[in-house]
């Protein structure tokens, strides 16, 4: 069983919805990630979050918004989103996104998003 | 940019074949990274790889580090119908928080 767990599993979201995707891990990882994976595609990179910190978005459209309450947590928060955005978002965290990390990444199971 | 070339893009075979996947890459990683995911579940570390020239064995897998940090391959032998998935190469991305980058995947099916 990962140790990463994600919530919801699915998702179903009109486009004036406002929802979230969580994300919890125990293992004392200090990075955690948002990818996003459309089918048949390999997972995309959208945010790292290292010590709490933002530390990359991929140029991420706003309507996205991370936020990581504390080293366990990470939420990404759903606005105004579009029928394109249906995906499957993948939390990954990691033992702490720098240099000196093995870049072994711990993914959940996923959520998957449908927006109509 | 740092990218992952893998192949090949699918693979169809029979149970108790051996099988064999490759990524290559114009970057040098320092790490490289195998995974498999299975239908509507994330990714599945199967094997990390740190050195050149590394070999490295999981059950009936086995990858290897190129020696020039550019490539490695992922084999598994005797294969089971449970091998069905795809399978991802993964380097981390120095510019992007060492974030991983993945190969585009190897699509395995497995006919009993």
């Known amino acids: 069983d990962t140790e990463v767990t994600q919530t919801p599993k699915h998702l179903v979201m009109g486009m004036t919805n406002k929802k979230s995707l969580k994300c919890e891990q125990h293992m004392g990882h200090r990075a955690m990630y948002w990818y996003k994976q459309k089918a048949k595609k390999p997972p995309e990179l959208m945010f790292v979050y290292s010590y709490e910190k933002l530390s990359i978005n991929e140029s991420v459209p706003s309507r996205f918004s991370p936020e990581c309450p504390n080293s366990s947590l990470l939420n990404l928060h759903l606005h105004a989103l579009q029928p394109e955005d249906s995906a499957l978002y993948l939390c990954?965290?990691?033992?702490?996104?720098?240099?000196?990390?093995?870049?072994?990444?711990?993914f959940g199971e996923g959520s998957r998003l449908t927006v109509l | 940019g740092q990218q992952l070339n893998q192949s090949p893009q699918s693979m169809f075979i029979q149970e108790g074949e051996d099988v064999s996947m490759n990524c290559t890459s114009s970057s040098i990683f320092n790490t490289w990274l195998w995974y498999k995911q299975d239908p509507g579940e994330g990714p599945v570390l199967l094997i990390a790889?740190?050195?050149?020239?590394e070999l490295t064995s999981n059950g009936r897998l086995t990858a290897q580090f190129g020696i020039t940090r550019k490539d490695s391959f992922l084999n598994i032998s005797a294969s089971i119908p449970s091998d069905v998935g795809i399978y991802f190469c993964a380097g981390p991305n120095s510019n992007s928080g060492y974030a991983l980058n993945f190969g585009k995947g190897t699509s395995l099916l497995v006919t009993p």
């Open positions: 990954a965290s990691s033992r702490d996104g720098t240099g000196e990390d093995t870049g072994e990444l711990f």
């Open positions: 790889l740190y050195k050149a020239g």
